[in-house]
């Protein structure tokens, strides 16, 4: 747990990938463009001596996810999100099934969503209940703007879509997360747009609508959109690293999320390995609003609304038991593999 001003903070990474963009695997030239562009985010938003070489980017392995996101106890429990790209990679860029083998070593430190697409049809809809089945999965990750063929996206309030929410709503598969934000090529701005998760937030309130990246650059169509519908929350991804470089920014972006959303609908998330937990949650529990916009907003950057952001909101949507979770963790074994098992507090008495 990250420790602030005295302070536990329970960190629930919200938004993590295990990727593989090895030239081997790439197909077409959309998935060397992609990570390309992923890499010149990863670049801007990081500071200079903790950025990735370019052939460490493409494929990081199971091993090194592990001690990025728990070594220094930065994060506690990580959430995947899986992100399939089959048109771009071989095997897919990362998958729930590639996801699934670090996730079952480590119950107890990640959870492990599943994905849909609509224009999959009858197989798609097949698909989604095996996932279900299989890992009992909580969530879905949804790439809208996503290449199949010769469509280059589909949209969350389609018809085939609603097919797909309805059975996730039987299946108890209640958090739907949807990358609404920046476009990254060769992908389509306008497939991004975050207009099309009114009319689904609308149609099925009781899932929970979990706005990747809040919609950049689209954050006024975001907050209007999540003003009015309970059921919308907003991840924090992309627009968490603003912290380290561009501080007057990422306070006008919380400010804004906060005076709309209040603190209980808002997610923290890394995007690792766009970003590294390591130094990232550092950056944001210890950034400040200006004056100006705790002035003009009336909110708080504070340690209950960071507790809120950084892990209880994701706990709640996520039916996590936090303090069951700390004792786990004073004896599992990412804690003895990086010591930190009195970082959780004392061990549990053992029987005579």
């Not at 950025?51 to 990025?68: A, H, L, N, S, T």
Request: proline share 3%.
């Amino acid at each position: 747990m990250y420790q602030h001003d005295g302070e536990d903070v329970f960190v629930i990474d919200a938004h993590v990938h295990l990727w593989d963009a090895s030239e081997e695997n790439i197909t077409h030239d959309g998935g060397e463009q992609f990570i390309q562009c992923f890499y010149d985010y990863h670049t801007t938003f990081t500071p200079d001596d903790r950025q990735w070489d370019m052939d460490e980017y493409r494929k990081y392995g199971q091993e090194r996810m592990v001690e990025d996101l728990f070594g220094n106890a930065a994060a506690d429990v990580a959430i995947f999100q899986p992100t399939y790209l089959t048109d771009f990679y071989d095997e897919g860029f990362n998958t729930t099934e590639q996801n699934a083998e670090l996730a079952l070593e480590y119950p107890e430190r990640f959870v492990l969503n599943g994905t849909f697409d609509p224009r999959d049809g009858k197989e798609g809809l097949e698909y989604l209940e095996e996932l279900h089945d299989t890992y009992d999965i909580q969530g879905v990750k949804l790439y809208t703007a996503e290449w199949r063929d010769e469509s280059k996206g589909w949209r969350l309030d389609d018809e085939e879509a609603f097919r797909f929410l309805e059975r996730c709503s039987d299946l108890g598969i209640e958090n739907i997360h949807a990358h609404k934000g920046p476009t990254i090529r060769p992908l389509n701005r306008d497939a991004f747009d975050v207009k099309d998760v009114d009319d689904a937030a609308s149609s099925f309130p009781e899932l929970n609508f979990v706005v990747e990246h809040v919609g950049l650059p689209r954050l006024d169509d975001f907050c209007w959109i999540a003003a009015q519908e309970t059921n919308v929350y907003g991840g924090l991804a992309v627009a968490a690293p603003f912290a380290q470089n561009r501080p007057g920014k990422f306070s006008e972006i919380v400010s804004e999320l906060l005076w709309w959303l209040g603190e209980d609908r808002l997610l923290f998330g890394s995007d690792y390995a766009l970003w590294n937990p390591d130094w990232l949650v550092e950056e944001v529990i210890e950034a400040e609003l200006t004056e100006e916009h705790r002035a003009e907003y009336g909110v708080e950057w504070d340690l209950e609304t960071k507790k809120k952001v950084m892990g209880e909101n994701a706990a709640e949507l996520y039916d996590i038991d936090v303090e069951e979770k700390k004792r786990q963790f004073r004896e599992d074994e990412i804690s003895q593999q990086f010591d930190l098992t009195d970082h959780y507090g004392e061990p549990a008495a053992a029987d005579d």
